[in-house]
Every structure is written in structure tokens, then in C-alpha cells.
């Protein structure tokens, strides 16, 4: 059962700005980068449902997550069908987000009052999603739809529409700054986020530095 009501997603996604998008088998991994960007200020996360056994961690951080880091949202990401949908929701899943428009998954949602946020790659598939029940769409994989003048182009005709860019947004401020100015609503934040050291680990304090300048540069830039 989601822990976050439908509307407290929406309002920290709009107050942060920022969500990282992340997978890894280790639970003790996913614990140690959750806390990283968590202690810089960011309260929403997508554990992405990548790997065998994804749900197994995924349900483990939730149960972890509500004492360890309170307030921090955690939602799943790469649900393309409605079962896995459910699953997930059931598991704890506070939003869902889609490489793709379906509507079952949508269906599946809104009937738990769960946002769904879609991957769109057109005005079309932004429309329909939003006919869906959309109040975020996922624009995937953004930088090769089209980048930030792609979103430009959208918010023209549709000034309502509430975008996420994911792929190819890198945590700088220059980079975030385009992004924003385009008129993105938030950003998902992939691999470059979290910074590894010399030995291939994750570097906490390096990934904590990312994560505060990347909320500080929504802050700063979002229109």
C-alpha cells in the first residue's frame, strides 16, 4: 500500500524538482545511494524494475526507507503492464512511471489514485497519456526525442503540460538550467547522478554534492 497520498507525490515533485532514477541488486547498495540523495535534499526516488528480483529489493527499501529516511517518496519505474502495475502497488509503490503509453497501466493506477507518469515521445502520445488520467509525462529517451527544444515546442501549443525529461539530463547546473528555462516541470536523473570512485564504488559524498546542486538548480531555474 502506498504510504503518500496521490497529491503529496505531485506537490514534492513540484517542490523538488529532481528524481533520480536508479537499480542495483544489492540492497545494501540501494540503501547507501538512497541515503546520498536523500541527505541532498531530495524526497522522491524511482527504483526502476531492471533486474530479477527487483521487487524483492524494491519491497525491502520501502519497509527500510519509512524509518531510516522518513519522507522520502519511493516510487518504480520500467512498468510496462498492468500485473506489474499491481504488484508493485501492492508492494508499496507511492507512483509509477512507464517507458510507454498503456492504458491498462493506467487504468490499473487511477484506480488507486497512484500517479502514473508515461514515456512520451510526441504531442499525440502526450495528449492520449494526459486523456489517460496523466498529470506528469515522461519524455523518453529526451535528449534523442528532441532535447530541450523539444519541450519548447510542446509547451507552445499546450502550456499546460506538466513534462519529466529522462535520458541524457546530467546533473550541472548549465545542463539542468536548459532544461528548465525549455520549461520542464522536473527532470529524471539516470546514471550520471551517481558518481562511482576510482575503484568502481559509489561515492556517497560525491553522489549527496550532485544531488543538493541539482535541487539548488531546479530551485534556481525552473520557470
Not at 131 to 153: E, N, T
Not at 165 to 185: D, I, R, S, Y
Request: aromatic fraction near 10%; include cysteine.
Amino acid at each position: 500500500m502506498a504510504g503518500f497520498t496521490k497529491l503529496e507525490v505531485l506537490k514534492t515533485v513540484d517542490e523538488i524538482g529532481i528524481v533520480p532514477v536508479f537499480y542495483h541488486p544489492d540492497i545494501n547498495v540501494c540503501k547507501e545511494v538512497l541515503t546520498a540523495v536523500y541527505n541532498g535534499g531530495i524526497r522522491i526516488f524511482e527504483f526502476t524494475n531492471r533486474g530479477e528480483g527487483a521487487h524483492k529489493v524494491f519491497e525491502e527499501l520501502v519497509g527500510w526507507a519509512k524509518t531510516a529516511l522518513p519522507g522520502l517518496i519511493l516510487g518504480i519505474g520500467s512498468v510496462i503492464d498492468a500485473g506489474t502495475a499491481s504488484m508493485y502497488i501492492q508492494l508499496g509503490a507511492n507512483f509509477v512511471v512507464a517507458p510507454i503509453v498503456n492504458q491498462e497501466v493506467a487504468v490499473t493506477c487511477n484506480r488507486r489514485k497512484i500517479p502514473w507518469m508515461p514515456g512520451c515521445g510526441s504531442l499525440t502520445e502526450i495528449s492520449y497519456a494526459e486523456s489517460l488520467g496523466a498529470d506528469i509525462v515522461k519524455i523518453f529517451p529526451a535528449q534523442q526525442v528532441g532535447g530541450p527544444d523539444f519541450i519548447k515546442a510542446v509547451k507552445a501549443p499546450c502550456p499546460w503540460v506538466n513534462i519529466m525529461p529522462t535520458g541524457g539530463v546530467q546533473p550541472t547546473e548549465g545542463n539542468l538550467k536548459e532544461w528548465f528555462l525549455a520549461g520542464a516541470h522536473c527532470v529524471g536523473l539516470g546514471s550520471q547522478l551517481f558518481v562511482k570512485n576510482q575503484q568502481g564504488k559509489y561515492d556517497a559524498e560525491a553522489i549527496t554534492k550532485a544531488a543538493a546542486l541539482s535541487v539548488n538548480a531546479f530551485k534556481k531555474w525552473r520557470k
